[in-house]
């Protein structure tokens, strides 16, 4: 695919709930800040999830896959429905198009920001990744139930580790630990889990063995739940399998004031596939359609979208925008004990990104 530096081609999934709200108070953002750097964005919107499914049976076209690859990245706001079984969006839309684009990594970066309040004492200075791999483990889909009805069934999850994936996960691991601290922790349960895991070990050391200049300390998962809030400034970059970097990444959420602060990108590192950059907060249907959803998680989603796509200085407007907003506890939603909504922190971040110049 043949891209024009000066024009992002953006897919936007507005999805359920709120999702709609944030990435209607983010896509006027990136566009602001892409234009101050003399750039243009163009956005295709797709109405993919739940009302699609209960339209046509499918939250997602069969060529979907097809349809966002013409584009630079994703944005996607958020997927569920109370009115729909859960499982049936989550893989009929973000899981399935996650593994249709093979998108092997997930990174979850967490920054404590001024001015936010936390629920975990001394969270200053707090500014970790979390990178999970993205494809497989618990998540890969494998398993069935056996003697359904019978008053004995039998439910079977195959959780699936391969050298492959692990090697994605981990260069990725690596190279962001050696562009920053230089410190790597592998999140791993090899003391109980006898295949998967060990696997992941062993492997994550060979590929350290390319990375001579960082760091790798091994700690379990149960330990690491426990530092992260203990001791979160002892944590740069960590390296998770797909359900561990999903329960951990969602915990150190709360180190930067909770899942409204939480952004994410999917990606396939080095490949010519779009990512796709959500907030991870959810469709959230008790306060869907009230202007009240906390935005920063998507546009800080749309800032990582901006870096991976090389306008740096457009991501950083974004970032400082944000971080200049969050000083003001007039700008902090509910979920950070405030009463802005939606409309007004979107409106104080171009504010705040017009005044920059």
Excluded at 3 to 29: F, K
Excluded at 276 to 281: D, F, G, K
Excluded at 318 to 341: E, K, S
């Amino acid at each position: 695919m043949t891209r024009d530096p000066e024009v992002v081609r953006l897919a936007v999934i507005p999805g359920d709930g709120i999702g709609p709200e944030v990435v209607a108070a983010t896509v006027p953002t990136l566009r602001t800040a892409l234009e101050a750097e003399g750039h243009r964005l163009d956005v295709a919107s797709y109405d993919w999830g739940g009302e699609r499914y209960l339209r046509q049976g499918a939250a997602m076209p069969a060529d979907a896959a097809g349809l966002v690859k013409k584009a630079d990245a994703v944005l996607f706001g958020a997927v569920g429905r109370p009115d729909v079984p859960e499982h049936e969006l989550v893989w009929g839309l973000i899981i399935g198009l996650r593994q249709q684009l093979d998108l092997a990594v997930n990174l979850r970066p967490v920054r404590a920001f001024p001015g936010v309040p936390t629920k975990v004492r001394d969270t200053d200075g707090v500014d970790l990744v979390i990178v999970r791999e993205n494809t497989e483990g618990e998540y890969v889909g494998a398993g069935g139930v056996a003697h359904a009805g019978s008053g004995h069934d039998l439910g079977i999850e195959v959780a699936v580790h391969s050298r492959r994936a692990i090697e994605r996960a981990a260069h990725q691991a690596f190279a962001l630990a050696g562009r920053r601290s230089g410190h790597l922790s592998l999140v791993t349960k090899s003391n109980a889990m006898r295949y998967g895991y060990p696997l992941w070990d062993r492997v994550v050391r060979e590929v350290g063995e390319h990375y001579p200049a960082v760091r790798l300390e091994t700690v379990l998962v149960d330990a690491m739940a426990a530092r992260m809030i203990q001791a979160p400034r002892s944590l740069d970059v960590l390296l998770a399998s797909n359900l561990f970097g999903d329960i951990l990444s969602d915990l150190a959420a709360v180190l930067a004031g909770g899942m409204g602060m939480a952004p994410s990108a999917n990606v396939l590192p080095g490949a010519d596939v779009p990512g796709i950059y959500e907030p991870v907060h959810g469709s959230a249907p008790d306060i869907a359609g009230k202007g009240v959803a906390n935005p920063v998680a998507c546009m800080l989603s749309g800032a990582m979208l901006l870096d991976d796509l090389g306008h740096t200085g457009a991501a950083r407007r974004v970032r400082d925008a944000v971080a200049a907003t969050l000083r003001d506890v007039r700008h902090h939603t509910a979920d950070l004990g405030g009463n802005a909504t939606t409309a007004e922190v979107a409106s104080a971040v171009l504010h705040t990104m017009e005044s920059q110049g």
